[in-house]
């Protein structure tokens, strides 16, 4: 069947199996940011924003998809370096593996949350695993981006 | 030093953070095969019978592999500096399955749906035996896990198959009897330390083609490409020289890609088929098919004196490699090699170790390696014995840990080059304020806080067996290239050898490009395991930049015309001592391609060193304990870490952070388990619990600095040694608030709780 989407501001129309997951479209459709690190809704690095807000594309069926505005990393690559290089200068990449995942869901949060507060902060990204870091660098770099060291 | 010791960003940072397709997977063909594998359901069992040819005519399918269509040479997966010091005791498929995961059959289709409908075709029947699945029981079981005549080792490691010995060791310096004898203290326990998942971001997966000269080229998330590339001509029979490995961006390893799960697969179907061939391992996969930490069993006798001096030291290990051998014989050796040499009163030492087949998930790397497993068990009797001479933990530490020239009874004939362990653990005391804390404060009627602590050594390298070489070249242009075999996972490595070339090249960052690591370019490194990256790979970076700014001095002062002891380096140019005049490299550069000179410079140097110069951590935990309950919070864990001379300083705390954090894991929660026929249990993310952010309440590091005479620029390793303090921190901790000594990880809240109520 085929869904019709806008993806990163411009309209496509995907050929898809009734059974797919919209991660699995998009890296088809060569988004290749979007990463399947668990297949159980457990690690975030699927990240994507539909109509803004983040979902994890590995759980989300893709013709729930249809009609609606889908977001990638590929699509915000401005906003996405800004705190990108917040992050690599605090050593706070690490493998990076994770990190479009986490950067998807780090500038929701920013469209979404004014001052928050470490607490918020960390209930917001709990969604988003990080093997490497143990957290603490991110939150650094994440307090920093969000102006609320 | 004008870029080592720096914060300098890691100069792959921007490009993995933001999505860009740098990994395996983004670097496959549109037309590449996708590989499924047939696993068995059985933990231990025969293939009778094997029926492919309905999985065959799906539309689609381009080869279904049984073992009887794979070659017959034993091999190890474990990615080792040959001759590797695991059993050749695999074959890619055989016709006995030896844990549930093992694989059956290879799927080659056009795509993933197709692999998986012929998967469904295959028929498969099995005579099921009994599988060994507690490794306390598997030392003379009746069931056999590795019956075959084939299996071969490269050296004695003392394998006994028909008894389920992979491996024993025996150690043992100066008369332990007499020792015990007359000491004043003696405590004795079990310790036991689970199998823990590496749980890295990007599950293992490999990709591979022929290229224009019909050679095998293999894409693949590993930390051993040189390994790896032996490893495939071993088991398919392969000449070395048709096969080249590629190794790009990693999503992180943690030893867990120093063993090739899945790079045989697809290089198989390549070389069967022609074509291009994909695998990706799913998360379960993953956790049911590569590898775990050694679980193992850790008996600890020790003695001292009533001043708290430790005069003996008795270890005796149990190790479960599982279904294979990989690096079975080797991690079991890092229980005694990474603890006794710390405490260096001892009179007297033995460590005696068996290790064990089991018919589960193959045991592998994972930092730490055998070293956290030692850690846990003699940091907790170490604890105990404090206890027992009514010492302060800290101090009996300060009393017997090791100073800077000495040398030990495991380690007689080496002197200790560096060592800031003393102030790591008064800076650490310091940080967690240990001396308005311990033992316990009490809050209320039911809550209670603690501190606990423990110290750790590791090492920088395998002394005396891994080699790594390094080449900068100077390009026409006056820019360097620096060719590493070295396996940046993430960690950085990349960065940190090109500021090590930048420093002694006084060049910017910009100027050093750094290639690695691909086996058709890169001179030959064993890759990046055993905390050797920054030590060993380093060394022969700076060696190797300090030939080519010989080599560089020498053709500038031949264009000036000049002898080269009346100049210098000046990094942008060669300079004539007291004189105005100089030619710059670039032009040194050009003339050396462009020019007369018709000579590239380039430096080249190779290092193995003759010692392992071991960075420490001291860890100190900080619990609150529900009395009622057993449910704890780690509300504070301090590290301060000795990794001789930081070369990064923003790299070096990321990794002390983020170590910490997986030992945090280990300590509390992560835990490999199985059912009663030997089937994984915890096979996702949603059973496997890694920490996430809201589980790390605060890890607060520091650093320490000594200076290791033998390592670039005073460096010593910080990979490993991060991890190795919480899972016996914590237990001290926990026991501090509750007089309960939770001895088999991970300290869980119903252990603890059973504990208070036995």
């Known amino acids: 069947m085929q869904i019709n989407v806008s993806i990163n501001g411009k309209k496509a129309a995907y050929e898809i199996d009734n059974n797919e997951f919209l991660a699995d479209t998009l890296r088809r459709h060569g988004m290749l940011s979007i990463r399947k690190g668990c297949n159980t809704s457990n690690c975030g690095l699927c990240t994507v924003w539909i109509d803004g807000k983040p979902v994890l594309s590995c759980s989300l069926l893709a013709i729930k998809a249809d009609g609606k505005s889908i977001t990638t990393i590929e699509g915000v690559q401005h906003q996405a370096e800004e705190f990108a290089r917040i992050l690599v200068e605090g050593g706070a990449d690490q493998c990076g593996f994770c990190s479009p995942g986490f950067i998807m869901t780090v500038l929701a949060m920013k469209n979404e949350l004014k001052n928050p507060s470490e607490e918020d902060i960390i209930h917001y990204l709990t969604g988003n695993l990080c093997r490497c870091t143990g957290y603490m660098g991110q939150l650094r770099a994440v307090k920093k981006y969000m102006g609320v060291e | ?758």
């Open chain 2, 1 to 758: 030093m004008k870029i080592v010791g720096k914060a300098i960003p890691k100069i792959d940072g921007l490009a993995i953070t933001t999505g860009k397709p740098v990994y395996t997977e983004d670097l496959s063909t549109k037309d590449a095969l996708v590989i499924k594998i047939l696993r068995s359901p059985h933990a231990f069992a025969k293939i009778t019978s094997i029926d492919v040819s309905k999985a065959q005519q799906v539309e689609g399918v381009e080869c279904v592999l049984t073992y009887k269509d794979v070659p017959d040479a034993r091999f190890t997966l474990a990615g080792q500096s040959y001759p590797e010091p695991s059993p050749y005791d695999r074959l890619i498929l055989d016709q006995i399955v030896r844990y549930a995961g093992d694989e059956v059959a290879i799927i080659a289709a056009v795509d993933e749906k197709t692999a998986l409908l012929a998967m469904k075709l295959i028929k498969v029947e099995y005579e099921v035996f009994e599988p060994v699945l507690d490794f306390e029981k598997s030392i003379g079981s009746s069931t056999v896990v590795h019956p075959e005549d084939d299996l071969h080792c490269n050296f004695d490691m003392g394998m006994e198959k028909g008894k389920n010995i992979v491996a024993r060791q025996h150690i043992e310096y100066g008369n332990l009897e007499e020792e015990f004898k007359n000491c004043d203290v003696v405590v004795e326990e079990t310790w036991y330390t689970q199998a823990t998942a590496q749980s890295m971001m990007e599950t293992h997966r490999s990709f591979s083609y022929l290229d224009h000269a019909g050679r095998l080229v293999v894409i693949c998330s590993t930390q051993v490409p040189f390994h790896v590339k032996r490893m495939l001509s071993i088991a398919l029979k392969l000449p070395s020289n048709k096969i080249r490995v590629i190794k790009p961006r990693i999503g992180g390893g943690f030893g867990a890609k120093q063993t090739a799960c899945t790079e045989i697969f697809p290089a198989l179907v390549t070389i069967k088929t022609g074509k291009p061939a994909l695998i990706v391992q799913d998360r379960t996969e993953t956790f049911m098919a590569s590898t775990t930490r050694h679980a193992m069993r850790v008996k600890v006798k020790m003695g001292a004196d009533k001043e708290g001096f430790i005069k003996v030291i008795d270890i005796h290990g149990l190790s479960d490699t599982g279904a294979y051998g990989e690096h079975g014989s080797t991690t079991v050796g890092l229980v005694a090699s990474k603890t006794l040499p710390l405490y260096n009163k001892t009179k007297a030492i033995r460590f005696m170790a068996e290790v064990v087949y089991t018919n589960k998930t193959p045991g592998g790397a994972f930092r730490g390696y055998g070293a956290t497993q030692g850690t846990f068990a003699v940091e907790s009797t170490i604890n105990k014995l404090a206890e027992k001479l009514s010492m302060d933990p800290s101090e009996i530490r300060l009393k017997n840990i090791i100073k800077e020239g000495e040398n030990s009874l495991y380690h007689y004939d080496q002197m200790l080059g560096s060592t800031a362990l003393h102030k790591c653990i008064d800076t650490g005391k310091k940080m967690i304020g240990w001396d308005s804390k311990y033992p316990r404060t009490v809050l209320g009627k039911n809550k209670v806080r603690a501190v606990g602590m423990a110290i750790t050594m590791q090492g920088s390298g395998i002394e005396k067996v891994d080699m790594a070489s390094a080449e900068v070249r100077l390009n026409d242009d006056g820019n360097y290239t620096l060719l590493i075999g070295s396996t940046d996972n993430g960690t950085g490595s990349d960065t940190i050898h090109a500021q090590m070339a930048a420093e002694v090249l006084e060049a910017g960052m910009d100027n050093i490009t750094v290639l690695s690591a691909d086996t058709d370019v890169s001179p030959f490194d064993p890759g990046s395991y055993a905390s050797s990256g920054t030590y060993v790979t380093g060394m022969a970076v700076v060696k190797a930049s300090e030939e080519l700014k010989r080599k560089i001095v020498d053709s500038g002062a031949k264009l000036l015309d000049v002898p080269a002891e009346n100049t210098e380096f000046c990094g942008d140019s060669v300079k004539v001592l007291n004189k105005d005049r100089s030619i710059s490299i670039r032009t040194i550069a050009e003339k050396s391609v462009l020019g007369g000179m018709k000579n590239q410079l380039s430096g080249f140097a190779s290092y193995g060193s003759p010692v392992s110069p071991p960075p420490f951590v001291a860890g100190f935990a900080e619990v609150e304990v529900d009395l009622e309950t057993g449910k704890y919070d780690l509300i504070d864990y301090v590290a301060v870490a000795d990794c001789g001379t930081i070369i990064n300083s923003n790299l070096a705390r990321i990794q002390l952070e983020g170590g910490i954090v997986q030992g945090i894991g280990m300590a509390m929660y992560e835990d490999v388990h199985y059912d009663y026929k030997g089937r994984l249990q915890t096979n996702s993310f949603m059973q496997y619990k890694i920490p996430s952010r809201r589980d790390v309440k605060q890890v607060r590091t520091a650093f320490e600095e000594s200076y290791e005479p033998t390592g670039p620029f005073g460096a010593k390793s910080i990979g490993e040694v991060v991890i190795n303090t919480p899972p016996p921190a914590i237990a001290h901790a926990v026991y501090n608030a509750t007089g309960v000594w939770v001895s088999h990880l991970p300290i869980t809240p119903e252990k603890v709780f059973m504990g208070m109520n036995r």
